[in-house]
């Protein structure tokens, strides 16, 4: 029966590896789609920000409860995962916790940190819940965001009844293992005195003492393939998940954009158009490719800003399966907070389900797929897009550096210069700035007249 275990567990994890790496290798090309952008400089500065943001969850702590509870459910699950290894182990080898016998001094301390947070996270949990779904937060719900539809709510429903699930597994296979112990049972005796009763667990005990030995070996065995398996199976969930921040959100902090907030990034386009005019040198780099005098690129031929994921930077991409969908962007957006359609997190969402959709593509028709869709118009509007007042709010409300404006921009730049769809308005504001060098219809010798009226009232 044993070795029959052992197969089954090996098999379970490496199917389990294969199908992660496979859904890694398919994000990772998906990503690639987008165009380059070098995000590998200032590798000091990059380093203290992703250890500032995004594992001391800096941003998080604008407000000190949720921050609180966010970090006992991230630190908590990620330390708990710890034992993983030591379950791993214990399947292949089929060996029953492999580790106490040679740190006996500091396992039954480990086992109770783990304990503790398994406890908080469950906890943590629940109150999520009930945020979502009794006190409906409003940037949850459907009826005041229309992103949030059947699935994403569904989807948070799923990873945190898991994570509940979870957590109770591993706390009630503690407590059985130790009922199992105390009796002497099997080779679970041969910890007796070695570990003792663990901190959480040891007061759910008496819920198996009703039990006889082969039930409780049943129920031991089960919680223990139902803990490693919702493990592998939770693992695999995430890669589909907005939960996929857990793995990118580290990444994606280091990669974030280091530019002083408010400073927009000149169109590399549009840059060579105007050196080239000016008549400023190109030099090359080490590398052989052309750079100006400032360090930049010169572009290539192409589109002006960006139709469909393919226009966007591959850190816009990242950025969109980065996306928690915790929704403080369109929370802090005042373009959503005044009824207009515009939400930052739709934005990223939308993003996403565009590469979701390429991938499905993909395994269809093979690489070469292309379809009729774009982006622009079949997923964001220019309704959405014309009413950003590009004030950086949702880049700063974000708790892992996602950068919603950014595909804005593009998006927005690709209607008004290559489909020359800008409202009115908006035009009319560009031919002051191109002819009067100011967004108002005033020559720039009459710009100081208010002062003469000042003096005349004086």
Same mark, same amino acid.
């Given at each position: ?27 990772? &090309? ?31 702590? *604008?407000?000190?409860?949720? +921050? ?17 290894? @030591? ?52 940037? =949850? ?30 706390? *009630? ?95 590399? @386009? ?31 031929? +192409? ?53 979701? @959709? ?24 220019? @309704? ?27 998006? &927005? &730049? ?33 710009? =100081? ?10």
């Amino acid at each position: 029966m044993e070795i029959v275990q052992q197969i089954l567990f090996v098999l379970a994890l490496a199917a389990t590896g294969w199908y992660i790496a496979k859904r890694i290798g398919l994000i990772t &090309r998906v990503i690639r789609l987008g165009r380059p952008e070098n995000r590998f400089d200032h590798a000091d500065e990059r380093l203290k920000t992703m250890l500032l943001v995004a594992f001391g969850q800096k941003k998080m702590f *604008t407000n000190l409860l949720v +921050g609180v509870m966010h970090f006992v459910i991230y630190a908590g699950f990620l330390i708990i995962n710890i034992e993983i290894l @030591e379950i791993i182990l214990d399947g292949i080898l089929g060996t029953h916790r492999l580790f106490a016998p040679y740190i006996a001094p500091i396992y039954p301390v480990l086992i109770d940190v783990f304990e503790v947070l398994a406890f908080g996270v469950l906890t943590v949990c629940v109150v999520f819940l009930c945020r979502r779904f009794i006190a409906k937060v409003s940037r =949850f719900q459907p009826e005041r965001h229309r992103e949030m539809t059947r699935w994403p709510r569904t989807d948070a429903a799923i990873i945190l009844m898991a994570e509940i699930l979870l957590m109770v597994a591993f706390l *009630t296979w503690n407590a059985s293992d130790s009922v199992l112990r105390d009796r002497g049972v099997g080779h679970y005796a041969e910890l007796r005195g070695v570990v003792p009763d663990f901190l959480i667990s040891q007061f759910l005990k008496p819920l198996f003492a009703g039990f006889g030995d082969t039930s409780l070996i049943v129920y031991e065995r089960f919680s223990w393939w139902a803990h490693i398996l919702g493990i592998m199976a939770f693992a695999i969930y995430v890669t589909y998940s907005k939960h996929l921040h857990i793995a990118l959100g580290f990444p994606n902090v280091y990669f974030s954009d280091l530019q002083p907030k408010g400073e927009m990034q000149n169109m590399p @386009e549009i840059t060579k158009e105007v050196q080239l005019a000016l008549g400023l040198p190109v030099t090359t780099d080490s590398d052989g490719s052309q750079t100006n005098d400032n360090g930049e690129q010169p572009a290539e031929v +192409g589109r002006f800003g960006a139709k469909d994921v393919q226009d966007l930077k591959w850190i816009n991409l990242m950025n969109a399966y980065s996306c928690t969908e915790c929704g403080r962007c369109t929370a802090a957006c005042p373009a959503n907070i005044t009824g207009k359609k515009l939400s930052p997190r739709k934005i990223m969402m939308d993003t996403r389900d565009r590469l979701e @959709e390429i991938q499905i593509g993909w395994k269809i028709h093979g690489y070469d797929y292309k379809d009729d869709k774009s982006l622009l118009n079949d997923y964001i509007t220019a @309704e959405e897009l014309n009413a950003c007042t590009t004030c950086q709010a949702c880049v700063n409300a974000c708790p892992i550096n996602i950068n919603p404006l950014d595909i804005i921009l593009q998006l &927005r &730049r690709y209607r008004v210069m290559e489909e020359s769809q800008a409202p009115a308005s908006w035009n009319a504001m560009f031919s002051n700035i191109e002819n009067n060098m100011a967004p108002w219809k005033f020559s720039p010798a009459d710009r =100081f007249n208010w002062a003469e009226q000042v003096n005349e009232v004086k």
